[in-house]
């Protein structure tokens, strides 16, 4: 065994900077527990970084990392799907397995990097894309799809829509006046349309479903109406019916094989788990045919909660060394035909008496 594995850092931003300082802060701790040093041996960034305690590891040219026989693993956290995407798969084929946060290039290109990683006898983790620092991932992987199938997953899986929800029910506050100071706080990006549209929260449902039914839909395929529309008016009748108004995320997977996907602010029932999650919190509901509901909470975002979630999926990576076999990728295909945006007739009753009534039916 070696007594050191050495990363290189792609993308030197939030979740980066964060990653570089979990492993940094922690390297005593790791070396402990692992029996090796996780060593940062180069950051891929257009930017020099002066001052920086690793600004002599920035280098500007990915060949640098693809080559070095040393690099064992890659942490891609550049954002945007290329030149994202062609680096995890180059990395890939030259042996070294690829950690991600990046939800983008998981739902675009996540079955290709897989089937890659599987050839060349390599992982592709990607916990840090779907719940930031919320484990979510790995348990669906290996403490319920094994041994359940799962018919549901309903999510509040994007904290800004969230805390804009919340903030317009608890204060009274129009949607634009909470945007503003959601942007003013970096909550919100200066175009939250990612956000306050649906589409990341359409991405991570779609990796979720993926991993519970084999499929992934094309985001491009699902339904999905975001918060913008939201108006007092709308809190008002959600108050009086007892219910909180949330962007949920949900995938429903028949036993027909359809997958069966959207995004929309329901008026969540008092009584379900989501009513409670508020603020910049995230969660995760799964519902399996052995285990029944389960669900996962916590902070969906930030620097260090995603970057714990990056780290973990190396120390993964570390403790294994050798001895994973290439299945342990789990592998799902491209099906875009398999997309339904009609429930049957049983789950659309369920979803009323469980889950509640879409906003804007």
């Known amino acids: 065994m070696k007594d050191v594995t050495y990363v290189a850092i792609l993308g030197y931003g939030t ?12 390297a005593g701790r790791i070396e402990r527990r692992y029996g090796k040093k996780v060593e940062i041996k180069y950051i891929l960034d257009l930017r020099e970084f002066p001052g920086d305690p690793l600004g002599d590891r920035v280098v500007h040219d990915f060949s640098v990392i693809e080559n070095d026989p ?64 919320i484990p979510v991932l790995n348990p669906l992987i290996h403490c319920i799809t094994g041994q359940n199938t799962v018919t549901e997953i309903n999510g509040i899986l ?10 317009m029910r608890e204060e009274g506050l129009d949607y634009d006046e909470v945007l503003a100071d959601a942007q003013r706080l970096g909550y919100a990006e ?23 039914s084999g499929k992934m839909i094309p985001m491009d395929k699902v339904r999905v109406r975001g918060i913008r529309e939201i ?25 027909d094989g359809c997958v069966c996907l959207s995004v ?14 508020d603020d910049v ?33 190396v120390l993964d990576i570390v403790a294994r060394g050798d001895s994973f076999a290439a299945d342990e990728n789990i592998m799902f295909t491209v099906a875009p035909e398999a997309y339904s945006d009609k429930l049957p007739e049983k789950y659309a009753l369920s979803t009323e008496q469980t889950l509640g009534t879409p906003v804007f039916a």
Not at 20 to 25: I, P, S
Not at 158 to 167: C, E, F, H, K, P
Not at 235 to 249: C, D, P, Q, Y
Not at 288 to 313: C, I, N, R
């Open 158 to 167: 994007n904290g800004t829509t969230n805390y804009i929800l919340t903030r």
């Open 70 to 133: 040393e690099i064992s693993i890659v942490l891609e956290m550049m954002g945007g799907i290329h030149p994202a995407c062609d680096f995890s798969a180059a990395a890939l084929r030259a042996g070294k397995s690829v950690v991600t946060s990046n939800k983008a290039v998981v739902e675009h290109c996540g079955a290709e990097l897989l089937s890659i990683a599987a050839e060349n006898k390599v992982r592709y983790l990607y916990e840090a894309s779907v719940g930031g620092g």
């Open 281 to 313: 919190f995230n969660a995760v509901s799964v519902t399996g045919d052995s285990v029944g509901e389960v669900m996962f909470y916590g902070k969906g975002a930030g620097k260090l909660p995603t970057a714990s979630a990056v780290v973990a999926d």
């Open 190 to 212: 200066a175009d939250p349309s990612a956000d306050v549209d649906g589409f990341d929260a359409c991405r991570k449902i779609c990796i979720l479903a993926a991993i519970a």
């Open 264 to 277: 929309e602010p329901y008026y969540v029932r008092r009584d379900n788990p989501l009513y409670g999650v």
């Open 231 to 255: 108006t007092q008016e709308h809190i008002a009748k959600a108050n009086e019916m007892g219910a909180r108004i949330r962007l949920v995320a949900r995938a429903v997977l028949p036993e």
């Open 15 to 26: 979740v980066g900077g964060g990653a570089a300082e979990v492993l940094t802060k922690n």
